[in-house]
């Protein structure tokens, strides 16, 4: 009994290759069909093909991060009928080939957002972060958006607009684009006047609305996920707090706790990710993987240093705010259980999350946050810490 030590590949345009990835120790694959739209389905031929590819290389495919939500799912506009049920067929489709966990996100807009992705951290390598100063520029002179000053203390505005008054152009475009663009896994990169009108369209969307899309969603898809032995996975907000006026609603232990009991199901579950939610100085992780243990089916191991104004940066594994020894055993603790309860799927994916650009990583071609030797170091920290949690629980 282990947990399954997993690995997200971005495919075959991903410099680090399925051989190197063997080298790291992983044994599964994270990767989704990146090349198909966001909202079609993902056919039966597609996904042999990619599962194909991975285990000529030796691994296996467990787990799909992420088959997108459509953004007319999350406002109920245009198609979003006939996208839920592509989904759902995505969902049938992937059972059927053997492929039984599924990570997906509600953040409307912005898949996950940073300010900076190559901050100099002290030993040299390269951190991603985010400064709440930095974002308010980006909103309030940049983006300009109507009323955003409401959204910042008078301390973060003030800050931010000398960090703006400091920036010449280029600063101001490699801001831009970094807020923007859309990170790996994002779907959806825009300009700034296409990225204004895609925020105008949830103008009447709060938080209230959006759970309720998010419940009429899972209602449709988690029992076709049950039906097809699918695990559904719902990965936080990242960071777990509104951006630029976009209501977010997996930011808390509560926003979770409501997830999961709109359908009391394994299929309906989490993806325990330790840096999105450890972003916020409001949530406790050892608490939230306690209270949420039954219906973690996947997680993400990374560690954060944050405050009370909204800045965190990211660090290594045993470094930051969140207490990964104690999540990673309750990880282990629950894997146990399900031992007990004699399921066959009691083994819990689990992926070192970003890890710091460094060594050979620097200078080459990365996907932020997804380089090699960063990740290769929280691997096997991850998996040091396993060992040692299992040997003590049994001695
Ligand atoms: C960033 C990731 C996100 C995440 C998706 C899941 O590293 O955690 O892109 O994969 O939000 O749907």
Known sequence: MAIEQTWRWYGPNDRITLEDIKQTGATGIVTALHHIPNGEVWTKEEIIIRKKMIE??????????????????????????????????SIINLGECGINTICYNFMPVLDWSRTDLNSSFEDGSLALIYEQKVFAAFDMFILKRKGAENDYSQKIQDQAKAYFESLDSEGIETLTNTVIKGLPGAEES?????????????????NATLKKHLEDFLKEIIPTAEQAGVKMAIHPDDPPWGLLGLPRVVSTLEDAKNII?????????????????????????????????????????????????????EDYLFNGDVDIY??????????????????????????????????????????????????????????????????????
């Open 326 to 395: 104690s999540v990673l055993k309750t990880i282990v603790k629950e894997e146990e259980k399900r031992k007990k309860e004699g399921r066959t799927d009691c083994s819990i994916p689990v992926r070192p999350d970003h890890g710091n650009q460094m060594l050979g990583d620097i200078g080459q071609d990365n996907n932020p946050g997804y380089s090699l030797y960063g990740r290769m170091k929280g691997l096997a920290e991850i998996r040091g810490l396993e060992l040692g949690i299992r040997r003590s629980l049994s001695e």
């Open 56 to 89: 000529d290389a030796g691994l296996s495919w467990s787990v799909v991060e992420s088959v997108p939500v459509h953004e007319d799912i999350k406002k109920q506009t245009g198609n979003w009928k006939l996208y839920i049920k592509n989904y759902q067929q």
């Open 190 to 206: 825009y300009t700034l006047e296409q990225f204004q009108s895609v925020l105008d369209a949830y103008s009447g969307i709060d």
């Open 261 to 313: 009991s709109t359908i009391d199901s394994i299929s309906n579950g989490i993806t325990l990710c330790t840096g999105s939610w450890g972003a916020g100085y409001f949530n406790n992780l050892s608490v939230m993987a306690e209270e949420l243990s039954h219906r973690i089916n996947f997680a993400h191991l990374r560690n954060v240093k944050r405050d009370t104004d909204y800045n965190f940066n």
